[in-house]
Nanobody, 121 residues
Framework: QVQLVESGGGLVQPGGSLRLSCAAS????????MGWYRQAPGKQRELVAT???????NYVDSVKGRFTISRDNAKNTVYLQMNSLKPEDTAVYYC???????????????WGQGTQVTVSS
């Protein structure tokens, strides 16, 4: 069984910073991509950032230059450093990992429980 546990959300003023963490644990053979989605009230879930096992990153245009995704493969953990936060960044943030639980198993996506980020004065 695989678990993804997120932390680091909260309330921050516009212009502030937060760092989200997501640690994967359990029966994990290997992890490919890791990343973050977010969902604001009344909106569809949006892909925010991804990072490959080799460290290649991608970002949605609205966060480029403000957010940085990184990972620690030894800890099976992905991070999202969020700077210069704006009210429109307010959402529930979900991490995901695309991983295998065994050498010959398929790649499957696993999700965190979500953490609330609120940007407000």
């Amino acid at each position: 069984q695989v678990q993804l546990v997120e932390s680091g959300g909260g309330l921050v003023q516009p212009g502030g910073s937060l760092r989200l963490s997501c640690a994967a644990s359990g029966s994990i053979f290997s992890i490919n991509d890791m990343g973050w989605y977010r969902q604001a009230p009344g909106k569809q879930r949006e892909l925010v950032a991804t990072i490959s096992s080799g460290g290649t990153t991608n970002y949605v245009d609205s966060v480029k230059g403000r957010f940085t995704i990184s990972r620690d493969n030894a800890k099976n953990t992905v991070y999202l450093q969020m700077n210069s936060l704006k009210p429109e960044d307010t959402a529930v943030y979900y991490c995901y990992c695309k991983l295998r639980v065994g050498r010959s198993s398929n790649l499957n996506n696993y999700w965190g429980q979500g953490t609330q980020v609120t940007v407000s004065s």
